[in-house]
């Protein structure tokens, strides 16, 4: 006797923009959940909270460029516009860290001490799965992950910012890296978007970037809540 699988009617039916939408949903259900994040809304948040946070994004800030990269090299040439886009991308990105650097310094971090950091277990899970992803051929399930990442700096990113100066009392310029990301990725997610609903995105490809953007979802707020544990 086989079974088969059944895909549920809700996949085989909504359109890709929608099934991301409810990923982004369950998405920003975790975070509210994430302590860190529960303290900077309640406006309980200390100097040491903010470093911490900062401390502990600067290693997946780094691997950020390096795995959009990777996968801008996995694309075959039926793939050229993704490929394209990817590898912009990642010229874009790969001097984001010096910001946050900048940011850690000027609240009183060292920045020779945040270079020597290590990844934290949620970062690890992260980067790793990646790393992974973007070494497949064609890793068009990565437009998943950005699309988690970089929705957060369009979405989140000015909004925690604006909390953490209201609750700290900081400067523009220390919360530069965050203010940044609003202006930088609003611009991001309009490109994703263009290629999210073009015609190179099939049923199976769509498939796989909901199934990427949901592991992204669970592992950024896993490296969130884990903050400082190696």
Not at 107 to 117: P, Q, W
Not at 128 to 157: S, T, V
Not at 167 to 178: K, R
Request: glycine residues 6%.
């Amino acid at each position: 006797m086989t079974t088969t699988t059944e895909r549920p009617p809700a996949a085989e039916t909504a359109s890709l923009p929608d099934r991301l939408a409810q990923v982004w949903a369950e998405f920003e259900e975790r975070l509210a959940e994430v302590p860190i994040l529960r303290d900077l809304h309640a406006g309980e948040v200390t100097l040491d909270d903010y470093q911490r946070l900062l401390f502990n994004l600067r290693q997946q800030v780094v691997d950020g460029s390096l795995w959009i990269a990777r996968a801008a090299s996995n694309f075959d040439m039926a793939h050229f516009e993704i490929r394209s886009a990817a590898m912009h991308h990642a010229v874009e990105e790969h001097r984001d860290h010096l910001l946050l650097e900048r940011d850690f310094v000027a609240v009183g971090g060292s920045r020779e001490e945040l270079r020597a950091g290590r990844k934290n277990i949620g970062s690890e899970a992260l980067s790793g799965y990646m790393f992974h992803r973007a070494g497949q051929p064609n890793p068009i399930d990565c437009l998943g992950a950005m699309f988690i990442i970089e929705g957060l700096g369009a979405r989140k990113a000015l909004e925690w910012a604006e909390e953490f100066q209201a609750a700290l009392g900081l400067a523009d310029n220390q919360v530069h890296f965050m203010r940044y990301h609003q202006t930088a990725d609003e611009g991001h997610t309009g490109k994703l978007d263009a290629i999210l609903t073009s015609d190179i995105v099939d049923d199976a490809a769509a498939d796989a970037i909901v199934t990427c953007a949901a592991v992204v979802s669970r592992l950024y707020v896993m490296q969130l809540t884990e903050l400082d544990r190696y």
